[in-house]
């Protein structure tokens, strides 16, 4: 009976050990490929030059399309995570610190559109969005459900919006079927974030809402394509 035991416990170890052993051709396959380099921060305004020169020729529908991609898959992307300060002025995503006005103006500069940074950075946000956007594109709320603010400017449609709050700035992004409220977050992570905006407690927490739809604004095409 022991003798018996014993042969049935290395026939099963002999079993395990061939179905360890992977095929030779299987470990070729499972070579993962090189990691590709980041693509630099300077890289990505010097292609959105590029696409701000083929876009001068082209329909405003289209303008808007190429400058809201370019700044939400190319700009945005960079400054997650960079750390917020009230004083934080940085021109760099990822270095220092940066404060909710200048993440604004820093963004729309680097994508192409002529303004004074510092100075719209500094001023109240209803102040900038006027500065840069035809009255016609503008929303304002007050004392409105969250969800009938979204709802709103879902109807608006696809596109970048600036958004003022009560003391706070940022971007909208509506890529046609979810609405993001990208800032940077003086409160949670206190960091750049991007957040779906019904998410947003800062969004959630002001009464006032001033919004000015900059990707459907002819004039400001014309000036970043200029």
Same mark, same amino acid.
């Given at each position: 009976m022991k003798s018996f035991y014993y042969l049935l416990t290395l026939g099963l170890l002999c079993v395990g050990c061939r179905q360890a052993r992977p095929h030779p051709k299987l470990l070729t396959n499972t070579v993962a490929p090189p990691p590709q380099p980041p693509v630099s921060y300077m890289h990505c305004k010097q292609e959105i030059a590029r696409i701000r020169k083929d876009c001068r020729t082209k329909s405003i529908?289209?303008?808007?399309?190429?400058?809201?991609?370019?700044?939400?898959q190319q700009l945005i992307p960079a400054w997650i995570g960079t750390p917020w300060n009230f004083y934080g002025m940085t021109e760099v995503p990822g270095q220092g610190t940066i404060a909710c006005g200048y993440f604004v103006t820093t963004i729309l500069r680097d994508a192409g559109i002529?303004?004074?940074?510092?100075?719209?950075?500094?001023?109240?946000?209803? =102040?900038?969005?006027?500065?840069?956007?035809?009255?016609?594109?503008?929303?304002?709320?007050?004392?409105?459900? =969250?969800?009938?603010?979204?709802?709103?400017?879902?109807?608006?449609?696809?596109?970048?919006?600036?958004?003022?709050?009560?003391?706070?700035?940022?971007?909208?992004?509506?890529?046609?079927? =979810?609405?993001?409220?990208?800032?940077?977050?003086? =409160?949670?992570?206190?960091t750049v974030v991007q957040e779906e905006a019904w998410q947003?407690?800062?969004?959630?927490?002001?009464?006032?809402?001033?919004?000015?739809?900059?990707?459907?604004?002819?004039?400001?095409l014309a000036r970043w394509t200029n």
């Open positions: 529908k289209e303008k808007e399309k190429a400058f809201t991609e370019a700044v939400s002529p303004l004074n940074r510092v100075k719209l950075a500094q001023c109240a946000s209803a =102040t900038m969005i006027r500065s840069l956007v035809q009255r016609r594109y503008i929303q304002q709320f007050s004392n409105i459900p =969250t969800a009938s603010f979204i709802e709103s400017i879902r109807k608006t449609g696809y596109g970048l919006y600036i958004i003022g709050l009560d003391s706070h700035t940022g971007l909208l992004y509506h890529n046609g079927h =979810t609405l993001y409220f990208i800032h940077a977050n003086y =409160t949670g992570s206190r947003s407690a800062v969004l959630n927490s002001s009464a006032y809402k001033i919004v000015g739809k900059i990707s459907a604004d002819e004039r400001a």
